[in-house]
């Protein structure tokens, strides 16, 4: 495989480091000026400037080049909360809600999430793999290298590993990475409607082993929330995850404070998930246990909730904070990372360093992956964004185009727009 050489950029923005940066470090972003970034077999060889580059590596005649044209290069967006695995569309409930509805009222009369479930069982693994993939290609043409990706509208076996299956094939031949999480623990299914325990023994005694004997998750999530899953299930859920290899991640206190971010901290889970409406003590919690609070902002906004989580807060009190698109067909449907990104700012409230940290490392170490990507420093995986902006600040400031010009994932230039 041939060196990539990319030169001719305005800027490189990033942050730095392979942990979740916090507090103040949040904000503190490298942005050089006038630097090349070479990439050799798939990493970040170097960084710097053109003549150092020659000094150390030489012309590099053979090398594929891509030219920045006054651009500025970040590390390709991390996106740790989807719901990608999908079929159907739920755009009647979504002009009901425009026209007045709450997403609850609408979950309450069978719609929302089990809407979802019913066509997803439907659907063939081939539709399923259909239809992330042309997720994925929107997600790329976005700048995002790396997604989280979770099942949940199976609520069965067969077809929670059928959307696992999805998943893991769409990844093998795509550019974008996929991150697998079971999330058997979305909802409790019709047909469990008079007896939810059973339920969770299913998902515990059954669906959990199932999954991790098949190798096709990484992660054990649940929606822990007021009418969905109590603490206590979640905990139970999730322990049993743990007892099968599977790291916990959680929805936690998205409507309602449900304890969601103190079980997240009690569990050690790598992130705890909306926490719209999380509390002074979860907040507490969070901050002593090395949790990354993962913000959907894009939720708040299409539910039209006027509300969003306390993100400043959250900062202050050095909670790492990272960024994700919550890609779904009920309450957030966008693959689109800059959007969020714009939403972190006027919304929640962050810098636009804050947000760079949120949407690449903060988002990479909320996966595992900090020392492997979510940087643009030598050692990483060479997974780029090449922005069409003169500088950092543009990635907000020209707002609702879509900046990317280039995306390199693993050192090879995958996509151009023309
Ligand atoms: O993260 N909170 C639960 N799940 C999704 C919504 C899924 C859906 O509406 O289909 C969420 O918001
Ligand atoms: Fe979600």
């Not at 492997?372 to 990483?380: D, F, N, R, T, Y």
């Not at 069409?388 to 020209?398: E, G, Q, S």
Request: hydrophobic share 45%.
């Amino acid at each position: 495989m041939p060196d990539l050489l990319i030169h001719d950029l305005a800027e490189v923005a990033t942050p730095e480091g392979t942990s979740p940066r916090r507090g103040a470090d949040q904000r503190r972003v490298s942005r050089l000026r006038g630097a090349e970034v070479l990439c050799r077999d798939g990493r970040i060889a170097f960084v710097g400037e053109p003549g150092e580059r020659r000094r150390l590596f030489g012309e590099l005649p053979e090398a594929e080049r891509l030219d920045g044209r006054g651009g500025t290069l970040i590390p390709g967006f991390v996106d740790p909360h989807t719901h990608l695995p999908w079929a159907g569309t739920r755009e009647e409930e979504f002009a009901a809600r425009l026209a007045g509805r709450t997403y609850q009222e609408i979950a309450a009369a069978g719609g929302g999430i089990l809407s979802t479930v019913a066509s997803t069982r439907r659907a063939s693994e081939d539709e399923l793999v259909a239809n992330v993939r042309r997720r994925m290609d929107l997600m790329l043409a976005w700048g995002t290298t790396t997604a989280e990706a979770k099942s949940g509208y199976g609520l069965n076996r067969d077809d929670e590993l059928k959307q696992l299956r999805a998943i893991r094939r769409a990844t093998a031949d795509h550019p974008v990475d996929l991150v697998p999480t079971l999330l058997a623990a979305h909802e409790v299914p019709p047909e469990f409607r008079q007896d939810r325990g059973r339920f969770v023994d299913l998902i515990c005694d059954e669906i959990v082993p199932a999954t991790a004997e098949a190798g096709l998750a990484r992660f054990c999530d649940v929606f822990c929330e007021t009418g969905v899953f109590s603490a206590a299930e979640s905990r139970r859920v999730l322990a049993a995850g743990v007892r099968h290899g599977l790291s916990p991640r959680l929805h936690a206190d998205e409507f309602a404070d449900s304890g969601g971010a103190e079980l997240a901290a009690e569990l050690g889970a790598l992130s705890a998930d909306h926490l719209m409406a999380v509390s002074p003590a979860g907040i507490e919690a969070l901050a002593g246990s090395g949790v990354t609070a993962v913000l959907l902002p894009g939720t708040s906004f299409f539910l039209m909730k006027h509300r969003y989580a306390p993100a400043r807060r959250l900062i202050e009190a050095g909670v790492p904070v990272a960024l994700a698109t919550d890609c779904n067909p009920g309450s957030s449907h966008t693959e689109s990372m800059p959007m969020v990104v714009v939403l972190a700012v006027f919304e929640l409230g962050l810098t636009i360093e804050e947000s760079l940290t949120a949407a690449t490392l903060n988002s990479a170490c909320s996966l595992g992956q900090g020392g492997e990507i979510g940087s643009v420093e030598a050692g990483k995986r060479a997974d780029l964004v090449l922005l069409d902006a003169p500088n950092l600040l543009h990635l907000v400031y020209h707002y609702g185009i879509n900046p990317v010009a280039a995306v390199v994932k693993a050192g090879r230039v995958v996509r151009r727009a023309v």
